[in-house]
Each structure stands twice: as structure tokens, then as C-alpha cells.
């Protein structure tokens, strides 16, 4: 009979869902739950935003000058269709030619700053040259201190090298000097160098040691690193506007359709438009929220 108690007991408390709340002060309960409460009022926003934006693709363009923040009275879904015959520009790019390059710019450039700055900070922190020491607190300058009136003398060097309206573009990325080089030195400070020596006496050599034995464990923070500068590249449009004029983006396309439509009058696709394009970076956000959102376990030898 005390064995059935205890057994109900320890279930009780295993499905108590406010067991953590009854080991915090009074006062920390309260701050989580305004915290939750906040957060929870943000995303809310951003589902009302994009449920209005469905709403509006779903009507007419009248409709939405009209009452803008009505319910359909006729649900046009073909309008959706419609996105990829009617989004195009002046120099002739339409729907498919602006997915093609903004999955090119936003895969291959994030990808190659990615694993450049990854290999960089890797570099510096396991192996001592000189300067080696002085690239931590140049970036720290570098991200800290605005750098305006630059555009102009960024275009000139890359119209010299040929990366203005040049695939060749995404080349620019690679310079390993970048916020995220912050997050990838602190990593491999942490990650224990016995790793490398097991591999050395193995034979391995320094290449195959980062390859193979190092840059492996830093997946998951490469992985998450990655996800964010993809969600921020894919979205943007000032960079591919400025550097990129006849090899537009889709957010490119939208931004120009919409100084359009004061001889279009299409609001309904331009807002289907922006629904498609947001689709790839909801699903992947949904797929890998935990992975972006998570900390990151340094791994380690135990001695």
C-alpha cells in the first residue's frame, strides 16, 4: 500500500506542470510569466501580419484599397498563380529567374562567408602567427563602429574586379571578417585540443584534422549560423539593388513591383507575392526553430 502512495505520488509530481514554478521566489515567477506574456504578444503580431497578408492575396485589388482590413468576400486563389506570370520587371527577369538567383546569392554567398569565417577563427584560435591575437579586437571595431559613406568606394572596387552584375559576386562574402567570427572563436576556445592529438598520432595532418575531427563538432553551430545569415540574405534587397541591378532578387522584384503599382493596380499579387516568398524561410524556421534557438553544447574530453 505506501509503495502504491509513493508510485502515485512520484507521478503526480512528474506531471505537475507547475513543479519549476514552485522552486522560484515570487517575484521570478512574475517576470517569466510578463516575459512569456510579451513574447507571446510579439509572435502573435507576426501571425496577424502574415494572416492579413494571406487575406489581402485572396482578394481584390478594390477590395484592399477599399477595406483594407475586411474578410474576403470572394476567395481568389488563383491569384497565387498568377505571382509567377505577372511579377516581372523592365529588363525582362520574371518570377523564375529572380527564385533562381535568390537562392544562388543567398545559398552559395552565406555558405562560402560561413565556412570561410568558420576555418578563420578556427585558424587563429588553435594556432599562434603573428596578428593572430589582433583580429579579435579588429572586428569587434568593425561591428561596433558605423561605417557610413562606404557604398560608393565598395562599388568602384568590385566594378574594377568585375562583381558588379557578376555571379562572381558571392566571392565577396569570403573574407572571414564578420560577427559571426565572435561565436566561432569562443567555440573552438572551448573545445578541448585532445581531439587534434588523438587524430595526430593517427597520422592525421593538419588539414585532415580540421576537416575530419574538428570542423565536424562545430556543425551544429555552423548549422545555426548558417540558417540565420540564409533567413537575413533571402530576405533582403538593398545589397542585390545597389550591386546587382540586372540580376535581381526576389525581394528585388517586389520592391519594384510595388513602385509599380501606382500604374498596375495590382496590390492583390503583390501581396501574394510576398506570402510565396516568405513560405521557404517559415518552413525552414519551423523545421530547424530548435537548432537556431538553442545553445549550443561545447563538447569535450574528460581527463
Known sequence: MKQQVATQNRLRWHFDPFKN???????????????????????LSYLYIFFWAVMAAVRTHTEIVMEPFALPVEWHWEHFA???EKLTLSNGADFWDMLFNSLYFSVCAVGLQQFTTVTFAYCCTKYKFPGSSLVYPIIIVMITLPLYGTSGAMYEVLKAFGMI????????SASGFSATYLYYAAYFKNLSWTYAEAAMIDGANDFQIYLKVMFPQALPIFSALYLTGWLGVWNSYD????????????????????????YRARLDILFAACVIISIPAIIL??????????????GGIKG
Do not use: C, W
Open 82 to 84: 498568377e505571382v509567377f
Open 165 to 172: 552584375d557578376s555571379y562572381t559576386h558571392i566571392f565577396v
Open 21 to 43: 514554478f514552485r522552486r522560484k521566489a515570487p517575484m521570478e515567477v512574475i517576470i517569466h510569466i510578463a516575459v512569456a506574456i510579451l513574447f507571446m504578444a510579439v509572435a
Open 285 to 298: 524556421f519551423v523545421a530547424f526553430n530548435k537548432l537556431i534557438t538553442s545553445n549550443v553544447s561545447l
Open 239 to 262: 545589397s542585390a539593388l545597389i550591386y546587382l541591378p540586372n540580376l535581381p532578387t526576389l525581394p528585388v522584384g517586389i520592391y519594384q513591383f510595388n513602385t509599380e503599382m501606382i
